[in-house]
């Protein structure tokens, strides 16, 4: 089939965007950000990943709310507050990675609903996930309004400069990082996830 996503992000025969299935599987970015009265929030984002090395950089987009088309409190948060930390889902912690997408009211704390441990940062005034294996701290670097469908919500990047790493010390042999270790949770199409479990590896011809 071929159709026009401008027109319909999903025409029959499909149920569901496949967009999310076609680039995939995406890194979740688990986003810890603070409102300007200080109130921590966690919401993980599949719209995540890294696009620069050196220095790193990293982005995730969080659209509008389904329910007014205001912006979801991670976006009013960073524009606030111009700092965030992006944890790395491990398997463990997929189910509490899924509770935080929930929607809660204002000012309630996502950490704390899940059960996890709301752990300070070092160089970022927002908390990070304490039982995540690897985390990026970031300070945005821009915020750019994404092109809305019409009657669609609206999405935004969020473009972050990581200026802090944190790597649970078990996870580096030899120098490197064991990438099975860190047993990465993506996100597919749908309500579909994977996990890292697999490696091969393929030198450059150069």
């Not at 659209?63 to 948060?77: R, V």
């Not at 990047?157 to 064991?178: F, R, S, T, Y």
Request: with cysteine; hydrophobic share 40%; proline share 9%.
């Amino acid at each position: 089939m071929f159709y026009d996503p401008r027109e319909n992000v999903r025409p029959a025969p499909l149920t569901h965007n496949p967009i999310n299935a076609l680039v995939a599987p995406r890194p979740i970015g688990w986003i810890g950000s603070l409102s300007v009265a200080g109130k921590e929030n966690l919401a993980p984002f599949s719209y995540f990943n890294v696009f620069s090395a050196d220095p790193p950089v990293v982005a995730f987009a969080p659209n509008a709310k389904q329910s007014d088309g205001g912006p979801k409190d991670t976006l009013a948060n960073v524009r606030a507050v111009p700092e965030f930390t992006a944890s790395i889902v491990s398997e463990p912690l997929v189910q509490q990675m899924n509770e935080t997408s929930r929607v809660l009211d204002h000012g309630v704390s996502e950490f704390a609903q899940a059960g996890l441990t709301s752990a300070p940062s070092s160089k970022v005034r927002p908390p990070h996930v304490g039982e995540a294996l690897a985390v990026l701290e970031c300070v945005v670097f821009d915020i750019v309004a994404l092109p809305a469908r019409q009657g669609g919500r609206g999405s935004h990047l969020v473009i972050g400069e990581v200026i802090g790493i944190h790597i649970d010390d078990a996870l580096i042999v030899e120098g490197k990082l064991q990438t099975l270790g860190l047993q990465q949770v993506a996100r597919l199409g749908s309500f579909d996830y994977t996990v890292v479990r697999e490696l091969f590896e393929i030198p450059r011809p150069d």
